[in-house]
Every structure is written in structure tokens, then in C-alpha cells.
């Protein structure tokens, strides 16, 4: 046994003159921590009579969870969408970055490639935890190339796919291995697409809903079938239709099973989505909402022209658009920005009242701190 009593021999680490998140309010108190998982002070004292090992004193700061980006394509200079020589470094590059933006995971997104891209990406990144060399890559995101055709966005047509061998046949291959992957973004309304996600759920990976024409029935059966994200809400889908509400109306829809939640991605740049729509989400199912960057290459950059896979991609002040188009390619947002934006105010995160990082805690050690 641990000097202390406690029952395990890993220190314990003790948050001090910090400010927490509860009942919607922020409130004074402080965070106990073991492991990387939050302990419940009153069995640490009164059961192990347990006691810190190190305290950090968060200085008046807000304590939050760390960020986590579901999607995000690459930055400062990355394109994970993109072969180079050492893909894994580039993702490491980019881990290392987003900590002083407070992500502590993320998962590593490729837009609609030929196949060979996926074939030479994919196995070169394994899922890990986060720590001092970087945020933790909970498995690739792949965002595409079986999305539709109207609603492609800045996807490269000539890539797209359907599901002509019957489904499970072409996901092996257009990507190859599976091992590596957390989500992948589709189009329900594909002929086929529903053993597709049926097949995809039972794998344990999340099946988002996006880059589609899909009507209310076809979103429906495709969550009845498994699927349980929506890939950033409101764009490259249909708007919202009193008759046909779309994928949108998944967020209030009484066809989804019991005990099952609909998650939805959101871009909160402040160019993406307006304000009211991200209200109007929010207050129809706050539950569900996962804010999510979308950044590309130029994210941390200056502006001027970047790639997003097969892409180039112009960066115009804060929006980024497909070279010669107005078509929107991605963000150029950190997470803190986007959090910021949308005003809503273990991994953890020290914040100032502006919602600036101040630093950023991974399973409890500090890996990465804002110089005074």
C-alpha cells in the first residue's frame, strides 16, 4: 500500500483555487486527479484516506475537459489528405501544435482521395494516448469518397464512389485496412449504404451523416441501422424544410431508437454557420452538439495558397475556399477559437475568463503551458 492509504500507488494530483463547470454555473473548488480519471474527494478521504501528491494551482483559471476535434484535416503545413515521406511525423507535428489551442485527442481527417492515398495513409497512424509529445489520435476520420455528387463541397468529384460491389467490398477497396479508422462520413441516400452502415457499427466505427441529399426517412433508417453523427451540421446537406426537414431533423426526431443519441458536428468559425443557427441546434438538442474545427493545411498559417488533398485551396482573410471558387474548403480555426465563439461557457484545460488557454493537462501531467 501507498504511504498515504490510498489504494493504488500512482500520485494523486490535486487541482487547488480553481473554478468548475456545475449545474451551469462556475464554482469554486478543487479537482482530484489519479491516473488521468477525476477521483470523488469524499471516498479518497474518508475510504483510502488518501492525500495529494502534487498540487497545481490553477490560479483563479476555469477547469474544463479537454478538447477534442473529431475532424480536422491537417495544419501548419500538414495535409493528412496528402503521401509524403514521413505521414506519421506530420501528424505528430500536428499533435504537438493544437496542445497550446487545449485539444488533448483528435482524430486525423482525410477528404475523398483516390484510393491510393488511403492505401498509403492509413496504416502508417495508429491510435494513441496523448501526452508530452502531443494530443492522443483517437483513429482517422474519413470524409468521404462515398458522399454525393450535389453536395460535395470541396471534395473532388472525379474521386466520389457509390457502393457498386453491394457495400462492404468497397470500403476495403477504396481504403484497405480498417483497423485505424473512428468514423466515416457517408451519404445515406447511396444505394446500398445501409448494410454499409450496418457493417461499420458493428465494427465499433462511428457512421456520420454528410455530404448528402438525404431526406428525413433515408437519415432515419440510416440510425436505425447504427449511425449516430452528423458531419458539420447544416452544410453540404439539404436546408432545413418545414415538409422534409432533412438530416437536420434527426436532432428532433421520434424515429430514433430509445437510448440512442444523434451527434452533430458543428463548425463554429463565426463563417460556416451563423449565430442563430448554432442557437437553434443548441436549444433543439443540446445534448448532441460536438463542436468541431474542420481546419485544413493553412490553419496557423499565413494566408495565400494551401492544399486539402487533391485541392488547392485559397485562404481570403478567415475563410478558405476552393482556388478560383467561392466554395468553403475547411476552416483555418483552432478549437479555443471555435469555443469561443459559440460562448459556452481526465483530460483538462485551464482557461481564462475570455476562454483563452492558459494550459492544458493530459490523464492529470501538464503538457503544455502559455508563457507569462
Known amino acids: 500500500m501507498p504511504s498515504n492509504g490510498s489504494v493504488s500507488d500512482a500520485p494523486i494530483t490535486q487541482f487547488i483555487n480553481c473554478r468548475i463547470l456545475r449545474d451551469h454555473k462556475l464554482q469554486r473548488e478543487d479537482l482530484w486527479v489519479r491516473e488521468g480519471r477525476i477521483l470523488d474527494p469524499e471516498k479518497l478521504f474518508f475510504d483510502e484516506l488518501g492525500y495529494a501528491d502534487e498540487r497545481v494551482d490553477c490560479e483563479g483559471s476555469i477547469i474544463a475537459p479537454g478538447f477534442i476535434d473529431v475532424q480536422i484535416n491537417g495544419g501548419y503545413g500538414i495535409d493528412f489528405s496528402r503521401v509524403s515521406e514521413d505521414v506519421s511525423g506530420g501528424v505528430s507535428f500536428v499533435a504537438k501544435k493544437i ?6 485527442s483528435f482524430c486525423p481527417t482525410l477528404v475523398t482521395s483516390p484510393a491510393a492515398i488511403y492505401h498509403k495513409v492509413l496504416p502508417q497512424v495508429k491510435v494513441h494516448n496523448g501526452g508530452q509529445h502531443g494530443a492522443g489520435v483517437l483513429g482517422f476520420h474519413l470524409e468521404g469518397p462515398f458522399i454525393s455528387a450535389e453536395k460535395k463541397g470541396a471534395h473532388p468529384e472525379q474521386y466520389l464512389r457509390t457502393f457498386r460491389s453491394g457495400g462492404v467490398q468497397d470500403l476495403t477497396e477504396v481504403y484497405g485496412s480498417l483497423d485505424n479508422v473512428a468514423v466515416v462520413t457517408l451519404a445515406p441516400e447511396l444505394a446500398n449504404s445501409q448494410s454499409v452502415v450496418r457493417e461499420l457499427s458493428q465494427r465499433g466505427i462511428t457512421v456520420s451523416l454528410g455530404h448528402s441529399v438525404a431526406n428525413l426517412s433515408q437519415a432515419e433508417e440510416a440510425v436505425q441501422h ?16 418545414h415538409r422534409d426537414p432533412g438530416i437536420v431533423g434527426l436532432l428532433t426526431s421520434d424515429q430514433v431508437p430509445a437510448g440512442r443519441t444523434v451527434y452533430y458536428g458543428m ?106
Open 99 to 104: 496542445l497550446e489551442h487545449g485539444v488533448t
Open 267 to 372: 463548425i463554429a468559425d463565426g463563417i460556416h454557420t451563423n449565430p442563430a443557427a448554432l442557437r437553434i441546434a443548441h436549444r433543439a438538442h443540446p445534448s448532441g452538439l460536438v463542436l468541431v474545427t474542420d481546419a485544413i493545411t493553412a490553419m496557423g498559417l499565413p494566408p495565400g495558397h494551401h492544399t486539402l488533398g487533391q485541392q488547392v485551396i485559397e485562404i481570403q482573410g478567415l475563410h478558405a475556399y476552393v482556388a478560383g471558387t467561392k466554395t468553403l474548403s475547411g476552416s483555418i480555426a483552432t478549437m479555443d477559437m471555435c469555443v469561443r465563439h459559440f460562448k459556452q461557457a481526465s483530460d483538462l484545460v485551464l482557461l481564462d475568463d475570455a476562454i483563452n488557454v492558459k494550459a492544458t493537462f493530459i490523464s492529470g501531467e501538464e503538457v503544455w503551458r502559455k508563457e507569462p
Open 226 to 241: 447504427g449511425a449516430s453523427f452528423i458531419t458539420h451540421l447544416f452544410n453540404a446537406m439539404l436546408p432545413f424544410h
